[in-house]
């Protein structure tokens, strides 16, 4: 009787998993690998296991288990900014996780906003929009993560956005209307390495004659 571990079953993501794998996808992997060998993270021989897995691979998950830990959320190549601190003992205060590895993620109508949210994309992109979301703070941080992904995030006219997130063969790009005196503040934290990061407005209605 084989001893041999059962594959493991919470590796890919939740739908499209066996969608085929294109070159662009395998080169990605193997850049993050190579990446994380020269940080420390992996040896030669196992950066050339990985390397060599990921060129014969035919899916998306034959390439997850490659770097799933190398892209947790804490950001083991390349940290993102610290979150503001909160008060552990105030589950409202919580920081609100939202993911999306080789997938996408949207949040959006009545939804409720916390004081701090992290946003981790590799591979795929989030997209959040607060225009119907119910603000729990005057002061929303959005703490963000990209790893050849993107997230796009839309702001009502009139609310106060501070971009503080910076990219690495990536960019965060903000493009809002002017503050509105007492308005909430969204500030962006973060970085986006070979991705981007995006705040907008929602796109004004035009009016009938």
């Known amino acids: 009787m084989s001893t041999a571990s059962p594959e493991p079953t919470d590796v890919g993501p939740a739908a499209g998993g066996n969608h085929a ?22 040896s030669r021989d196992e950066r050339d296991r990985r390397i060599a897995a990921a060129r014969t691979a035919a899916t998306f998950d034959d390439l997850v288990p490659l770097t799933r830990d190398l892209v947790s959320a804490d950001g083991r190549i390349v940290r993102p900014a610290p979150a503001v601190q909160v008060d552990a003992a105030d ?23 916390r004081p701090n949210t992290s946003v981790l994309a590799v591979f795929g992109g989030a997209k959040l929009d607060l225009t119907e ?35 690495i063969f990536g960019g965060a790009d903000v493009k809002v209307t002017p503050p509105q005196p007492g308005a909430p503040v969204v500030i962006l934290k973060g970085v986006a390495l070979f991705g981007g990061l995006e705040v907008r407005n929602p796109k004004l209605k035009k009016r009938r004659g």
Do not use: M, Y
């Not at 589950?91 to 906003?113: L, M, Y």
């Not at 002061?139 to 910076?166: D, Y």
């Open 133 to 167: 979301a119910t603000f729990e703070a005057h002061t929303i941080t959005i703490n963000c993560f990209c790893l050849f992904g993107g997230v796009e995030v839309k702001v009502p006219h009139g609310v106060a956005v501070t971009n503080q997130a910076f990219g």
């Open 91 to 113: 589950p409202t205060q919580a920081a609100d996780q939202v993911i999306a590895i080789f997938s996408g993620t949207e949040r959006k109508g009545n939804w409720r906003a």
């Open 21 to 42: 794998a294109t070159d662009a996808d395998r080169d990605h992997v193997v850049t993050l690998v190579s990446e994380a060998h020269n940080e420390g993270l992996l």
